[in-house]
């Protein structure tokens, strides 16, 4: 254990000097980082499929704007289900984050909390997660409940398959079958392509987070497709990024969206190309931060669909 979490209860993976660590009552600090308030990218991540999805369907409504009520209850939802995940995955996780360098400062198994009120903790965020479920269509609710499932086996796949991010992406791409159903209360084909394209960016994003613990994860035994891809994870990334890119210009082109979409995606494209140019193997802090740059390439995108509705 560092010295760091020992004195201060720091998160060794997480900013010096965020928001929590700052600001928040001390009595918060450790819930917070149960939660990775600390580290919004994740919440960001969940939450960008949803903000696609909702103004993919309002401009095939003809809507100008995207219901602004349902990006905020995405927002909120985002935020806790993706706090109540990272709860029940350290729970689940905390023998095997106790190996690991990046992870064993993490509240449980650096002791700050107690896997008791973790517990409790987690039914807390998942009961402001329901109610925002709640907010929506019954064909809504329903759909977002089936998620569960995927959310519930994903911090044992690491332990039973090389996919393990697979099943993160099936799970953290569900927001862009949730925007289209809480405009339309059903899906159909572009939401769906939409989804699709999401899961394998997911993939790609989360083999270039797994890069900073490959060392660690053979000790452990914690299984990875950075650690199956290798040296080849950097090119592996990008067709996982090229067919995510065709996924979503299929989306696109289905749906019947205008030009401005197109330049989004193009520019999505470019950034992709750019993180797979980049990427290093050896290099923990520079596969963090092109992890966190796909906040940018996702807000693109969401951007594009936004102004296609204006014009």
Same mark, same amino acid.
């Given at each position: 254990?560092?010295p760091?979490?020992?004195s201060s209860?720091?998160v060794?993976?997480?900013?010096?000097?965020?928001?929590? /660590?700052? $600001?928040? %009552?001390?009595?918060l600090?450790p819930?917070?980082?149960l939660a990775? !308030? &600390?580290?919004?990218?994740?919440w !960001?991540?969940?939450?960008? %499929?949803?903000?696609?999805?909702?103004?993919l369907?309002s401009?095939?409504?003809?809507?100008?704007?995207?219901?602004?009520? $349902? #990006?905020?209850l995405?927002?909120?939802?985002?935020?806790?289900?993706?706090?109540?995940?990272?709860t029940?995955?350290?729970?689940?996780?905390?023998?095997?984050? =106790?190996?690991?360098?990046?992870?064993?400062?993490?509240?449980?198994?650096s002791?700050?909390?107690?896997?008791?009120?973790?517990k409790?903790?987690?039914v #807390?965020?998942?009961f402001?997660?329901? =109610?925002?479920?709640?907010?929506l269509?019954?064909f809504?609710?329903?759909?977002?409940?089936?998620?569960?499932?995927?959310?519930?086996?994903?911090p044992?796949?690491?332990?039973?398959?090389?996919? %393990?991010?697979?099943v #993160?992406?099936?799970?953290?791409? !569900?927001?862009a079958?949730?925007? !289209?159903s809480?405009?339309?209360?059903?899906?159909?084909?572009?939401?769906?392509?939409?989804y699709? +394209?999401?899961?394998?960016?997911t993939?790609?994003? /989360?083999?270039?987070?797994?890069?900073?613990?490959?060392?660690? /994860?053979?000790?452990? +035994?914690?299984r990875?497709?950075?650690?199956?891809?290798?040296?080849? =994870?950097?090119?592996?990334v990008?067709?996982?990024?090229? +067919?995510?890119?065709?996924?979503?210009?299929?989306s696109?082109?289905v749906?019947?969206?205008?030009?401005?979409?197109?330049?989004?995606?193009?520019?999505?494209a470019?950034?992709?190309a750019?993180?797979?140019?980049?990427?290093?193997? /050896? &290099?923990?802090?520079? =596969?963090?931060r092109?992890?966190?740059?796909?906040?940018?390439?996702?807000?693109? #995108?969401?951007?594009?669909?936004?102004?296609?509705?204006?014009?």
């Open positions: 254990m560092s760091i979490s020992l209860g720091t060794a993976d997480a900013d010096r000097g965020n928001w929590v /660590d700052r $600001h928040a %009552p001390v009595w600090r819930y917070a980082r990775r !308030w &600390d580290r919004p990218i994740g !960001w991540l969940l939450l960008l %499929p949803c903000w696609w999805s909702t103004a369907a401009n095939v409504a003809g809507a100008t704007w995207p219901n602004i009520g $349902h #990006l905020i995405f927002l909120v939802g985002s935020v806790a289900m993706r706090g109540a995940g990272c029940y995955n350290d729970i689940v996780d905390r023998e095997l984050d =106790a190996g690991v360098a990046r992870t064993r400062s993490r509240p449980i198994p002791g700050q909390v107690r896997v008791r009120d973790a409790i903790f987690l #807390l965020q998942a402001v997660g329901l =109610a925002v479920l709640l907010s269509n019954w809504s609710v329903v759909l977002g409940i089936s998620s569960l499932l995927v959310v519930a086996a994903y044992f796949m690491k332990r039973i398959t090389d996919w %393990p991010q697979l #993160l992406g099936l799970a953290f791409s !569900w927001g079958l949730m925007g !289209w809480a405009w339309f209360g059903s899906l159909a084909l572009a939401p769906v392509l939409l699709a +394209g999401g899961v394998l960016w993939i790609g994003y /989360d083999t270039i987070y797994a890069l900073q613990d490959i060392e660690d /994860d053979k000790i452990m +035994g914690v990875s497709t950075a650690r199956l891809f290798g040296s080849r =994870a950097a090119p592996i990008g067709l996982l990024y090229t +067919g995510a890119v065709l996924f979503w210009a299929a696109f082109w749906a019947g969206i205008g030009w401005v979409a197109w330049l989004g995606l193009a520019l999505v470019a950034q992709f750019w993180q797979v140019a980049t990427v290093r193997l /050896d &290099d923990e802090a520079l =596969a963090l092109l992890f966190k740059s796909n906040r940018t390439a996702g807000l693109i #995108l969401f951007a594009a669909l936004v102004l296609d509705g204006l014009i």
